[in-house]
């Protein structure tokens, strides 16, 4: 994603945060899983497993409600309480902070796109006033300005297509748009008033 954003975003850094919780407690309890099935099925001691079962049961309550918590927060979808629900916690928890720092790093994730489209919304009053117009276009492409100074391109269609003449970049689905908008993205522009 591309943007006239500077600087790293508050929400980012509060969503490693709390992904660093979620990476701890799952890594405490994966090697207590590991630990109880060693007692459970090397050594076969009851009373170890009597005690660290419950022990990883409420473990796995704590990244249940971490991630359910972040989901309703809004930090990350609703896969990951899922995938932490469906692979029993630990595993779970791992497999997902992983996918969400690769996004985080890339900046790919749909949920950093929405955030800086709405961030962009309260920096750019055009993005919210004015008249919505459709413009003309080929087919796959969809266009339309909001006022005289904004105008969004989606492209859908299988080639690049072109940004409005004259305009600036506010924020790119992908980071090649810029003069052009390339396949299956789509770009906020600020318009030239001369244009």
Known sequence: MTS????????????????????AVGIADALLLLVLLYFAFVDR?????????PIHGIGYLILLWLTVTGASGKRWGWWFPAIVLVTG???????????????????????????????????????????????????????????????????CSPRPVCAPPGSQLLLGSDPEVGDKVPPDSAGWFLLDAGS
């Open 45 to 53: 001691s009851d009373a170890a497993v009597s005690v660290l079962g």
């Open 4 to 23: 006239l954003a500077t600087g790293p975003s508050r929400s980012a850094a509060s969503q490693r945060r709390a992904l660093n919780i979620v990476l």
């Open 89 to 155: 916690g630990p595993v779970g928890s791992i497999a997902g902070d992983v996918i969400l720092r690769r996004q985080l790093e890339s900046g790919e994730s749909m949920l950093q796109l929405y955030r800086e489209a709405i961030a962009l919304r309260r920096r750019v009053p055009a993005l919210s006033a004015g008249e919505f117009r459709w413009l003309p276009t080929e087919p796959g492409v969809l266009a339309f300005t909001r006022g005289d100074n904004v105008a969004c391109v989606v492209n």
